[in-house]
């Protein structure tokens, strides 16, 4: 039974422009390269010295080289410019290097950080997150970080610096001037103003739509089989294309908005310098003002509205990867599963490595209740006066050579106890026991080491055969083999090319079920594991196969616990107990022969399929 959820799939708003808390943990991630931060910020401050010797000799050359025909020193002033355009040059090229494997080795931290944490967090929280939304974290996200440190902070720094630098230079140069320069900078600030506020909304817009795509597209290639097999590829692709309309026609927004930014400020610099011919010219034919002079603070003008330009689209990588960081620094906050970093008591046969421990364990549930997480925990409305109760009061004891069968129809709870005793869910009442300990005082790693588990929907990894049986164990090749020659698996590994180094495809889509079953199997057995969990383990293969797996499951089983979730009721006749759930309780329990005899739930349900099977054969 899956739990219900409210997904959401835009993207938050970023609570404020600029956020200190959000800086100082990006800044952290900074830290251990700050000798690259260090040899970044004095390249930059170099190269924009060294757009200052440009006007000067400009205003050198024309001053006073020329009117006193000295060619010396031209030919001195030009060597002296070009030695500074090749520092220019190579300046430049270094800081790109710089601030680029900067900007790669944070992200590829960042990226292994929030990995990590994914793999940490409970089962609860990918109900509630679509999985198209949180690769949009890891590659988007955090490529948008990678553009604040690559050409963001860093080169934002360096452009403040410049424009000090010219500023004061202009003042010197010829403080009129500078005046008249300065007039247009509240026009520059107020388009940019104009131009942060629209670029942060359609930003937003862009990383929602963007979300939406990758869900949808997850979700559909995921059920690729499904949507051909009802004919819904028209329909699905009028849905994306749909989704990828709102998604272009944010980004064409965006486009609208640069392509009026830019040359706006082109306008204003424009009527600003020319202003300052204007107003230099009187001054020029008075000879209170050098023509040198007046090239030079030209130069020294174009140069100054360039880093106002250029700091307004900083500020706009700046918002941009406030909004990134906001949404991952929320998902690294995440609590990780319950139990996951604790070294708690755990009871030796648990505590042990799996391989070396050929014992059971007793696991009990004492009076378990449980209710999955409803959609008023995500929309932050308020609870119902009664939770919907998936477990009601279910109390059990299975010990060491046991196996416990848990029948009933579907929706009856069944896989939700094995959920429950794996803790990938919390009860909300009442406790499991394992060899008498809570198991929330058992370390996750060391409780689900213990665990063999099979599960109806199988997953294996595109990885070798060989890889995905000793998934949880270090086992030696003849160890691998052993396991899958245990369950039969080895019949299919023979058929392969490449035997058991034969990689599979995604999810294991080169096998069939069955053969992905078996697999399973092998990998359960492969891990000798102290408590055996099958749900609907054997649903997916023919009697033979069924019957040699079950021969090598009495082998495994002897002495071990075992907890099996049973649809076919033939496969559970030797259990030692079974549960017969309906709706969340325990309404039976005894054993095959008993509830047989007894005429009542689980009667009903042997003689439905016995009827079935015989009407089928």
């Known amino acids: 039974m899956t739990a219900p959820a409210s997904i959401n799939h835009e993207e938050e708003a970023l609570s ?56 010396g020193l031209i030919v001195q002033s030009t060597i002296f410019l070009l030695s500074a355009l090749v520092l220019q040059v190579v300046g430049a090229y270094l800081e790109t290097v710089v601030t680029g494997t900067l900007g790669q080795r944070v992200m590829h931290d960042l990226r292994r950080q929030v990995f990590a944490q994914l793999q940490r967090l ?11 939304r949180l690769v949009t974290r890891v590659t988007n996200d955090v490529e948008s970080l990678n553009e604040l440190f690559t050409s ?35 026009g520059i600030l107020w388009v940019s103003a104009v131009f942060r506020k629209r670029v942060r909304t359609e930003y ?27 004919g819904r590829e028209a329909d699905e692709a009028a849905r994306f294309r749909e989704i990828d309309r709102s998604h272009l026609a944010a980004h064409l927004r965006s486009v609208t908005v640069y392509a009026l930014y830019f040359p706006a400020i082109e306008i204003l610099t424009t009527v ?46 700046l918002q941009q990867a406030m909004a990134a960081s906001e949404r991952i620094f929320k998902l690294l906050d995440e609590a990780p599963e319950p139990g996951r970093r604790t070294s708690a008591i755990a ?130 090749d003849a160890e691998v083999v052993a396991a899958a020659a245990r369950v039969g698996a080895d019949r299919v590994v023979a058929r392969l090319p490449e035997g058991y180094r034969q990689r599979l495809g995604e999810r294991g889509s080169s096998l069939s079920v069955g053969e992905r079953q078996l697999l399973s199997f092998a990998r359960a057995i ?27 499951l009495d082998v495994l089983m002897q002495g071990r616990t075992t907890i099996a979730v ?9 259990a030692s107990e079974i549960l017969v759930m309906h709706h969340g309780e325990v309404r039976e329990r005894g054993t095959h022969r008993s509830l047989l005899a007894a005429g009542g739930l689980y009667a009903r349900l042997y003689r439905l399929q016995a009827g079935e099977l015989a009407t089928a054969s």
């Open 16 to 71: 404020k422009a600029f956020d200190a808390r959000l800086a100082r943990r990006l800044l952290a991630l900074v830290r251990p390269y700050r000798g690259r931060v260090a040899l970044a910020l004095g390249l930059l401050l170099g190269v924009g010295s060294l757009q200052l010797v440009g006007p000067m000799m400009t205003r050198r050359v024309i001053d006073v080289a020329i009117p006193a025909k000295d060619s």
């Open 122 to 132: 409970p089962v609860t929280f990918f109900d509630r997150n679509p999985v198209g």
């Open 152 to 186: 963001g902070v860093v080169a934002g720094i360096g452009d403040l610096f410049t424009l000090v630098a010219i500023t004061v230079l202009m003042a010197v140069v010829d403080w009129r001037l500078a005046l008249a320069a300065y007039l247009v900078v509240p």
């Open 204 to 230: 937003r817009e862009i990383r929602s739509k963007l979300a939406r795509i990758n869900a949808f597209l997850q979700e559909r290639i995921a059920g690729v089989r499904v949507v051909q097999l009802f």
């Open 272 to 317: 600003a310098l020319a202003a300052l011919i204007l107003a230099a010219a009187p001054r020029v034919e008075a000879g209170g003002l050098t023509v040198g002079t007046l090239a030079a603070f030209l130069q020294l003008a174009r140069r100054f509205y360039q880093p106002l330009q250029d700091l307004s689209d900083k500020y706009n990588t």
């Open 347 to 476: 009871p030796s046969a648990v505590a042990a490595h799996p391989s070396a421990a050929r014992q059971g364990v007793t696991v009990s549930f004492e009076d378990v209740w449980f209710a999955y997480d409803l959609a008023h925990v995500a929309s932050g409305a308020a609870a119902p006066s009664e939770p919907e109760w998936v477990l009601r009061g279910v109390s059990f004891t299975v010990r060491p050579g046991e196996t416990l069968a848990l029948v009933g129809h579907t929706g009856a709870g069944k896989t939700t106890v094995i959920n429950l005793l794996l803790r990938f869910y919390e009860p909300q009442r009442g406790r499991i026991l394992v060899d008498g300990v809570d198991i929330r005082e058992i370390s996750l790693d060391a409780l689900r080491r213990a665990v063999g588990y099979v599960q109806q929907d199988i997953f294996l990894f595109a990885a070798d055969i060989a890889t995905n049986i000793r998934l949880s164990t270090p086992l030696s």
């Open 526 to 552: 492969a891990a000798d594991p102290a408590l055996l969990v099958l749900d609907e383990a054997t649903s997916s293969v023919d009697s033979e196969v069924e019957a040699q797996i079950q021969r090598g």
């Open 566 to 574: 049973a649809h076919r009721l033939s496969t559970i006749t030797r």
